[in-house]
């Protein structure tokens, strides 16, 4: 048996860190506890973070919205500033598991969890998220992009936890697109997903291009080149076409339960011609 | 470790270990076997009770969560003598095959109700997107939700909550 804590503060969190320094830390559990069960890990004891609540909520700063860790997925998908600024992430949120899962889940876990098919990643990877990591001992700020190193990999060291997401407000990406392909709609892990964010003249220019992958390499696969390839010209089947070659060749997908890699970047490249659909004018981010 | 919460509107307390699933302590602890055990992993919703009256699946919770906690079971939303609406409608539209699947469709249908008193039947699909019927009964079961909206809408007119 597992003595399980469930603090009401960073205070009292780091005071349980002393002493169970190797304890696991959960939010929502949908993750942890499915791995505890089919004997995965095997932690001395288990720290609970729901009720924690210096790490939850949204907060409306000056540059900045900061989301606490904790903030359950259903909390952050029916945020009024989340749907306001943040569209593509509210769209990854709302194909994420299922209404119980969004309501135990939080936004920490999801990024710790560091599934190559997390449904909130490509979202803040092309968001450029920078993730608040706390310790007794202070904190410290780093990117996403730097934070995930490899499936379920993350630089969080002992005693450290990540309390915070910031999401810069300007983003001046009028196309917030985000689109999961699995084997259903609920409950699907993602077998290729695509996030992105565009900005698109009156003419229909791309003017600028965001794109972030998921499931589709061990971490959230960015490709620069893709976006380069589609800025400048036209929101049109025919240069996003032109973008496939490049985005098949930044994957590095792998065959498992749900698909094979071959079928894996195809699909990646496929996505990107939805963009086309945001080409007749219709910018709004619904 | 000694745990107090709400239990179907009774406060109750027990003694057990605190990493010990909810699913295990309704139905092992308590002897409330409404909420089924299927998938163990979060997959399936036969597990779904209401915290504070949103679901959750019971198999992802330890019992050290349910401290201070208010928690519905399907035996606590009607009783023999006197059904929950939303179960009224799921008899009469014939939505029940096996009811293995029942307990956590009914609870995840008052979590949508109450969310959204007039869903769609597209927003019904997705509001039970983590609830599965082997029996393949879907569309009677969206159609007993649908009842179940209309009915309470007639009679209560709930105060709608447009988030």
């Known amino acids: ?105 939080t936004i920490g876990g999801n990024i710790v969890t560091a599934s190559p098919a997390g449904d909130t990643l490509p979202a803040l990877y092309v968001l450029g998220a920078q993730l608040e990591i706390r310790s ?144 007749a004018g219709t910018c709004s981010a619904q | 470790m000694k745990i107090r919460f709400v239990l179907n509107g009774e406060t109750t307390e027990l003694d057990v270990p605190g990493d010990r699933r909810v699913v295990d302590v309704l139905r092992e602890d308590v002897g409330l076997t409404g909420a089924k055990e299927s998938c163990g992993s979060g997959d399936c919703g036969a597990c779904t009770i209401l915290v504070d009256g949103e679901s959750r699946l019971s198999c992802l919770m330890l019992a050290a969560q349910l401290q201070g906690r208010r928690i519905t079971t399907i035996e606590g939303l009607g009783s023999e003598a006197q059904l929950h609406p939303i179960q009224s409608a799921f008899t009469q539209y014939g939505a029940v095959q096996c009811g293995f699947c029942i307990p956590g469709m009914v609870l995840a249908t008052a979590d949508l109700l109450k969310r959204n008193p007039s869903p769609s039947r597209e927003q019904i699909r997705r509001g039970l997107g983590g609830n599965l019927c082997r029996c393949t009964g879907y569309q009677k079961i969206v159609d007993a939700v649908q009842a179940a909206a209309s009915r309470s809408a007639d009679h209560e007119k709930p105060l709608r909550d447009d988030k």
């Open chain 1, 136 to 279: 007794k001992d202070g904190s410290r700020v780093v990117a996403i992009r730097d934070f995930i190193v490899g499936p379920g990999q993350v630089l969080l060291n002992r005693g450290e936890i990540l309390a915070g997401i910031r999401l810069r407000k300007v983003q001046s990406y009028a196309i917030h697109h985000y689109e999961k392909v699995g084997r259903r709609k609920s409950q699907a892990c993602a077998i290729a997903s695509m996030a992105a964010l565009l900005t698109v003249s009156d003419s229909g220019v791309v003017e600028a291009a965001r794109l972030a992958w998921g499931s589709v390499g061990p971490t959230v696969v960015i490709c620069r080149e893709a976006e380069a390839a589609i800025e400048g010209k036209p929101l049109s089947m025919e240069s996003l076409k032109l973008a496939i070659p490049l985005v098949e060749k930044a994957v590095s997908p792998i065959d498992d339960i749900r698909a094979d890699a071959a079928y894996r970047r195809t699909v990646a490249g496929l996505l990107l011609l939805r963009l086309s659909e945001y080409s």
């Open chain 1, 1 to 105: 048996m597992r003595d399980v804590s469930l603090p009401r503060s960073l205070e009292e969190l780091w005071g349980l860190l002393d002493r169970e320094s190797a304890a696991a830390l959960y939010a929502g559990g949908t993750d942890l506890l499915v791995k505890l069960r089919a004997g995965l890990e095997d932690p001395p004891a288990l720290i609970c973070l729901e009720r924690v609540g210096e790490l939850k909520g949204v907060q409306d700063e000056l540059d900045e919205v900061w989301i606490g860790a904790a903030t359950t997925l259903s909390t952050l998908m029916e945020d009024p500033i989340i749907q306001r600024r943040f569209q593509v992430l509210r769209k990854g949120l709302e194909v994420l598991g299922s209404p119980p899962v969004r309501h135990m889940g």
